[in-house]
Nanobody, 120 residues
Framework: QVQLVESGGGLVQPGGSLRLSCAASGSIFSIFSMGWYRQVPGKQRELVARITNNGGTNYADSMKGRFTISRDNAKNTVTLQMSTLKPEDTAVYYC??????????????WGQGTQVTVSS
């Protein structure tokens, strides 16, 4: 089993910054990708950013230039640095990790979610 622990959510004013972190632990052979998604009530969960094991990144268009994702492979952690936050960034942010086994199977794990609220 793999456990994910998220941290860093909270309340921030528009234009401010927050950093989210997610640490994966447990039975991990290797991690294919780590990423962040977000969800607001009544809407589907959407990609914020993801990073693969070779450092490749993907960002949702509305986050490009404002958010930066990074990864520490030695510690199995992923960090999302968010800046120039807007009220529409308010959501529950979820960490997603894709773990690969020695036999080549991939398993998806989700964190419990952390609330980010952007409001004055």
């Amino acid at each position: 089993q793999v456990q994910l622990v998220e941290s860093g959510g909270g309340l921030v004013q528009p234009g401010g910054s927050l950093r989210l972190s997610c640490a994966a632990s447990g039975s991990i052979f290797s991690i294919f990708s780590m990423g962040w998604y977000r969800q607001v009530p009544g809407k589907q969960r959407e990609l914020v950013a993801r990073i693969t094991n070779n450092g490749g990144t993907n960002y949702a268009d509305s986050m490009k230039g404002r958010f930066t994702i990074s990864r520490d492979n030695a510690k199995n952690t992923v960090t999302l640095q968010m800046s120039t936050l807007k009220p529409e960034d308010t959501a529950v942010y979820y960490c997603k990790v894709v773990v690969s086994t020695a036999t080549g199977n991939n398993y998806i794990y989700w964190g419990q979610g952390t609330q980010v609220t952007v409001s004055s």
